[in-house]
């Protein structure tokens, strides 16, 4: 248990659904980051958001949508996936207070059919 | 930009024996934080160690202990008494100190334990 809480920790969707990854992370830190993780790829960092303002997007395609209300909560809006959308998708969280550590969630595999 | 290498894809390790894992990293900041990551078949990712780069002294958790070189740009992590739980894949990161901070890692490396 890192204190960050990923659901679902497993998707199966529809290229045409509209479905949402959900983190919450309860530690107190300003920062939240999803990546990515494909099985041939290195992680790859997605979007950062710092006091709830966005400030990293690492050129993400747009049938990827993030949201976050405050610091506490995360989403990954997902729509029009694509197959090689499929891959494990990390929550993070973190501060500078931590020594700019980040804690992961579980992960949510997504597969898109 | 910055960079993180791990050149060795695969390593294995006798059970109770010791192994060290290679990473290099390129930066041109002086002020900043390398990790290891373990991330288990459960795909968690769990952080193992962390050093600051301010600090000489060799960051060190129990089995887990780092070489940091900080002029050759190298960050390896030696595993002692190597247990069947430590199989899994290991990261090395870097990241800046400061605020909108993020990590950069390397392509990780999948360490087996042989009983």
């Known amino acids: 248990e890192t204190g960050v809480t990923q659901t679902p920790r497993h998707l199966v969707m529809g290229m045409t659904n509209k479905k949402s990854l959900k983190c919450e992370q309860h530690?107190?830190?300003?920062?939240m980051y999803w990546y990515k993780q494909s099985a041939k790829k290195p992680l790859e960092l997605m979007f950062v958001?710092?006091?709830?303002?966005?400030?990293e997007n690492n050129s993400v395609p747009s049938r990827f949508s993030p949201e976050c209300p405050n610091s506490s909560h995360l989403f990954l809006h997902l729509h029009t996936l694509q197959p090689e959308d499929s891959a494990l998708y990390l929550c993070?969280?973190?501060?500078?207070?931590?020594?700019?550590?980040?804690?992961f969630g579980e992960g949510s595999w997504l597969t898109v059919v | 930009a910055q960079t993180v290498t791990q050149s060795q894809p695969e390593m294995s390790v006798q059970e109770a024996e010791t192994v060290t894992l290679s990473c290099t990293y390129d930066?041109?900041?002086?002020?900043?934080?390398l990790f290891w990551y373990k991330q288990p078949p459960s795909r968690q990712m769990i952080l193992v160690i962390r050093?600051?780069?301010?600090?000489?002294q060799n960051a060190t958790e129990n089995r887990f202990s780092v070489n940091f070189q900080k002029a050759a740009k190298s960050f390896s992590l030696k595993i002692s008494d190597s247990q069947l739980g430590d199989a899994a894949m290991y990261f090395c990161?870097?990241?800046?100190?400061?605020?909108?901070?993020?990590?950069?890692f390397g392509k990780g490396i999948t360490l087996s334990v042989r009983p």
């Open positions: 993070a969280s973190g501060s500078t207070g931590t020594g700019n550590t980040i804690y």
């Open positions: 530690l107190g830190h300003n920062a």
């Open positions: 050093q600051e780069a301010y600090k000489q």
């Open positions: 990161a870097y990241t800046r100190r400061g605020a909108n901070s993020k990590l950069t």
């Open positions: 958001y710092n006091f709830k303002e966005q400030t």
């Open positions: 930066t041109s900041e002086s002020d900043y934080y």
